[in-house]
Structure formats: structure tokens, C-alpha cells
């Protein structure tokens, strides 16, 4: 028999302004002590040195975490001109150097060939999996590594600031998977004088933003009180990019049961995916057919 988890059964989302120095994992683990939840995830790996939002999913909200991964983000980041890294960041020792500075009107010319549907080389210390083994892991003894390009989507990609001649400010809007550390990367490469990441700062993903963000140390000192339950947001925040259909009381049941039911849909494609409500309370996720929700996720609280 399996063992029982222990926690509280608590549906929802917590939104944390991530500090440098912890993995998202570290803060995923301190959330849910500090909710004292049974179960709790995250959309969306930050790096250790990143900072900004990371939305933790808590209970029943982490089957909703896959919407908001594939959403679009914003980052903020600062590259240093002139010099590559073996980490593409500040991070990495460095490995080749320029003289060469680019003017604002280079950059911005460069970056419209990082814009739209581009294929990425995602950094040699990434989580990428190589034959079953993470490329950092390789990386640290030594192996350089050829790894796939993989597509990406970036909808904006703009200079916003020049602080001096050997970095610049940038902001990106882009879709599931980008690295921003392979964006620096290559605008050096195609600016002929390299470049890295100095800081990255997450700014949104989908729904989600720094407004009212917690960070850790408010998290911290309202760990396990009920003060801090104010703070969750609804589980259906991390489902508003899909359409959403209503089910009467008899559908909710036989939809939290994994059946097919009828479902009130307005303005829905045939085969299209959306979730379920019963008096805006999220019942379940799967694709509209013929007056029907085939579910594929349900939820149960």
C-alpha cells in the first residue's frame, strides 16, 4: 500500500519574486513547508543566478501547470559586450574576448534576425538531456557537447537601455523552451565581438506577474500561519488562456468520473481544448466534441 502523503489538501497558485541564489526547486520545497501542502510544482525553470516570477503551483492547480509553461514570458536582461563565457554567463570563466564594441543601431539591427519562429543551440550547461545524462553534468568534466537546435518563438525582442559601452539592456517576449543565456550568446557572435549574460530577471508568464508577488522572506515569516492562505490564487488563473465551457451539476459528475458529458459551449471548435466550469469552480480539462467534454485532466477538491 502506498503511503499516504501528508499536508493539507490546498488548491491554488502562489506567485514568488524569485532572489538569485536559490533553484526553483528551492523555493517550490519551502512553499509548500510554508503551506504546508501535500503536493506543489512549478511552471517554468529559473535559473539559480535569475531572479523574478515563479509561479508555484499547490494540490490540484499543478495538473494545470503544462498551460502555463507553453505561455508566453518576458524577460528582462543585461548582456556584457565583448567577452563569451563556457556558461554563456557571468557565472562561467571566460573563453574569448573583443575589442569591439557595437553602437545602439547595430544592436538594434541585429536583434531582427532573433525575432519570429528562429532555431536555438541551447547552452552546453543546460538541463538538456544527452543520452540520458543532463549536459551540465557533461559539461563540468570537460566534454564539449553538440547539441540540437530547437525551435522557439520570440514575439518581441528590443534594446531598452545602454548603461555604457560594454553592456545592454534587453527585453524578450518569447514562447516555451528559449534560453536567454543562447540569445545573448548569439547576438554576439552575430555582432562579431561576443557576449553573455550579466542578470536575467523574469518579468510575466501568461497570467501571471510580479504584482503582489511574494518573495521568500515574506513566505518565510508567514510560514505555515493561516495569513498566508490570503495569498493563493485560484487554481482556474492558470487555465484563462483556454476557453471555457459550462457543465451542469449531473456532467460535473460524470467529468470528475473521466467520462464524456454534455457540456454549454459557446463560440468552441469541434476538437478544440477547454476546461469545464460549475459555478466558475474549475471541474475538468479536455477537448470539445459534438456537445461533448472528452476529459483528459480532472480535478477533484
Known amino acids: 500500500m502506498a503511503r499516504k502523503r501528508k499536508g493539507r ?46 509561479a508555484v503551483a499547490l494540490g490540484e492547480a499543478t495538473k494545470t501547470v503544462p498551460f502555463i509553461t507553453d505561455a508566453l514570458k518576458a524577460y528582462e536582461f543585461t548582456i556584457r559586450l565583448g ?4 556558461t554563456d554567463d557571468a557565472e562561467g570563466e571566460v573563453i574569448a574576448s573583443s575589442d569591439l564594441r557595437p553602437g545602439d543601431d547595430a544592436i538594434k539591427d541585429a536583434l ?25 553534468k557533461r559539461a563540468r568534466d570537460g566534454e564539449e557537447m553538440e547539441l540540437a537546435a530547437r525551435p ?12 555604457d559601452a560594454d553592456t545592454a ?17 548569439d547576438l554576439g557572435e552575430a555582432l562579431g565581438c561576443h557576449a553573455h549574460v550579466l542578470n536575467l530577471r523574469r518579468l510575466w508568464s501568461g497570467p501571471f506577474d510580479l504584482d503582489g508577488a511574494l518573495t521568500m522572506e515574506e513566505v518565510e515569516r508567514l510560514a505555515q500561519d493561516p495569513a498566508l492562505d490570503a495569498y493563493l490564487r485560484p487554481l482556474e488563473e492558470g487555465l484563462v488562456d483556454l476557453p471555457c465551457v459550462t457543465c451542469p451539476p449531473e456532467s460535473a459528475v460524470r467529468l470528475r468520473n473521466g467520462n464524456p458529458a454534455m457540456v454549454l459551449a459557446n463560440g468552441v471548435e469541434y ?31
Not at 504546508?36 to 535559473?47: N, P, S, V
Not at 519570429?116 to 544527452?130: E, H, L, N
Open 83 to 86: 567577452q563569451a563565457t563556457n
Open 152 to 163: 522557439l518563438w520570440v514575439e518581441e525582442l528590443v534594446l531598452t537601455d545602454r548603461p
Open 169 to 185: 539592456v534587453l527585453e524578450m517576449t518569447c514562447g516555451k523552451g528559449g534560453y536567454v543565456r543562447s540569445i545573448a550568446r
Open 112 to 136: 531582427n534576425a532573433f525575432i519570429g519562429d528562429i532555431m536555438q543551440v541551447p547552452p552546453q550547461f543546460s538541463a538538456v538531456k544527452i543520452d540520458g545524462e543532463r549536459a551540465y
Open 9 to 54: 489538501d490546498i488548491s491554488g497558485w502562489l506567485v514568488i519574486d524569485k532572489p538569485a541564489g536559490l533553484t526553483s526547486t528551492a523555493v517550490v520545497n519551502k512553499v509548500r513547508w510554508a503551506m504546508q501542502a501535500k503536493k506543489a510544482g512549478h511552471a517554468g525553470t529559473l535559473d539559480p543566478e535569475a531572479t523574478g516570477l515563479l
Open 271 to 301: 476538437g478544440e481544448e477547454c476546461w469545464a466550469a460549475m459555478n466558475g469552480e474549475a471541474v475538468a480539462v479536455g477537448r470539445y466534441k459534438s456537445g461533448e467534454l472528452h476529459p483528459s485532466r480532472v480535478f477533484v477538491r
